[in-house]
């Protein structure tokens, strides 16, 4: 495979993993600010503690999408490691997107429901940067390429030495 379209390969795949990671990714905003608003007019609990109980009904429901939709050709081993990854990045995520939430309504005093929802907007937008870096990057590792695979099958082909599935060149080990 020559190196542009290898190129061209790459960002093809990592065009569509943005499209997947922003279709999930555009449900969450929407359970997030839904969840929001509504804890925000049907309870007394103040502006900050609504967007972390807003902020983990939609990790609940990332998670769901990304495991079963956006990611679900990647390495499916190691799974309480994952969900370890996926919570403390997801906790990361949660102290951006409602520490811009507590300083723009506590610090500059922008409390009304148009301006926590704008900065809670604000706040998704900025930590879900930071969740599709670390999520691809740590959470949801991709198995070996698929180019990696056969070229190494015709490495073996090449060589010319028929072996047995997992066998290895040196024998076996003493």
């Given amino acids: 495979m020559s190196g542009r379209s290898a190129l061209r390969s790459r960002l093809r795949l990592l065009a569509r993993e943005i499209v997947k990671f922003g279709a999930v990714g555009g449900a969450g905003v929407l359970v997030n600010l839904v969840v929001f608003n509504l804890v925000r007019h049907t309870t007394e609990l103040p502006v900050v503690r609504a967007g972390i109980v ?44 409602n520490g811009i939430l507590y300083a723009t309504t506590y610090w500059c005093g922008w409390n009304t429901p148009l301006q926590n929802n704008v900065f809670k907007f604000l706040g ?24 990696a695979v056969e070229t190494a099958e015709g490495f073996l082909a090449d ?16």
């Fill in 54 to 97: 807003a902020t983990v009904v939609a990790i609940l429901f990332n998670y769901v999408g990304f495991r079963y939709f956006t990611y679900r050709d990647r390495d499916k081993s190691g799974r309480t490691k994952e969900l370890t990854l996926f919570v403390f990045f997801s906790a990361v995520g949660l102290v951006i997107e």
């Fill in 124 to 147: 998704i937008g900025i930590a879900t940067l930071f969740r599709f870096w670390s999520y691809r990057s740590w959470v949801f590792r991709a198995l070996p390429a698929k180019e």
């Fill in 159 to 174: 060589s010319g030495e028929p072996r047995a599935a997992g066998a290895s060149r040196r024998g076996p080990r003493a």
